[in-house]
Antibody, heavy 121, light 110 residues
Framework: QMQLVESGGGVVQPGRSLSLSCAAS????????MHWVRQAPGKGLEWVTV????????HYADSVKGRFTISRDNSKNTLYLQMNSLGTEDTAVYYC??????????????WGQGTLVTVSS | QSVLTQPPSASGTPGQRVTISCSGS????????VYWYQQLPGTAPKFLIY???QRPSGVPDRFSGSKSGTSASLAISGLRSEDEADYYC???????????FGTGTKVTVL
């Protein structure tokens, strides 16, 4: 059974950093591109970043470029998101999502349940 | 704000057909596949339509997608109470070098 479990969310002060993880199981993690998508409270979905299956391709939304870094460890079936210089506008539920293909994108066909990041002083 | 525009709301009675539009541009819908996602209240999004009009296994054939030029549509026929959710279109955007979601449409079953 396919499973994506995000962790690492919490409350952080503006300007600080936070790291999220997404543990994958039930599928061949190394064969698929992976995304992070976020949703601010009461708002719509916002795509954040994607990494190809082999890690050679990365893309970022303009809103996080230069502050967030996506990475993956295929030996541990885990996706990461390093978030630096956080602002209140980064407060959201962060979802990890599997792509249907190796490279971005054939669609996000499976999603985790999300982890809440709250940026507040 | 999103580069893909959807109506904020749509509604219908059980059994009716509801259509949701998604308007984009040549850099996204006009040159890439369109995807649709369903988000039930309090849950993670679910993959609903891919490659403009394909349904993943398990998605009822009441849901159908189409694309024409720089616009796309999602149709829900035989509307049911469990279809009450937020629906988002999405596509890759060459200008942004990123994936973009639509503004979202809340479907209400009257």
């Amino acid at each position: 059974q396919m499973q994506l479990v995000e962790s690492g969310g919490g409350v952080v002060q503006p300007g600080r950093s936070l790291s999220l993880s997404c543990a994958a199981s039930g599928f061949s993690f190394s064969n698929y591109a992976m995304h992070w998508v976020r949703q601010a409270p009461g708002k719509g979905l916002e795509w954040v970043t994607v990494m190809s299956s082999d890690g050679s391709i990365r893309h970022y939304a303009d809103s996080v470029k230069g502050r967030f870094t996506i990475s993956r460890d295929n030996s541990k079936n885990t996706l990461y998101l390093q978030m630096n210089s956080l602002g209140t506008e980064d407060t959201a539920v962060y979802y990890c999502a599997k792509d249907k293909g190796r490279n971005p994108t054939d669609g996000l066909d499976y999603w985790g349940q999300g982890t809440l990041v709250t940026v507040s002083s | 704000q999103s580069v893909l525009t959807q109506p904020p709301s749509a509604s219908g009675t059980p059994g009716q057909r509801v259509t949701i539009s998604c308007s984009g541009s040549s850099s996204n819908i006009g040159s890439h596949y369109v995807y649709w996602y369903q988000q039930l209240p309090g849950t993670a999004p679910k993959f609903l339509i891919y490659f403009n009009d394909q349904r993943p296994s398990g998605v009822p054939d009441r849901f159908s997608g189409s694309k024409s030029g720089t616009s796309a549509s999602l149709a829900i026929s035989g509307l049911r109470s469990e279809d009450e959710a937020d629906y988002y279109c999405a596509a890759w955007d060459d200008s942004l070098s990123g994936y973009v979601f639509g503004t979202g449409t809340k479907v209400t079953v009257l």
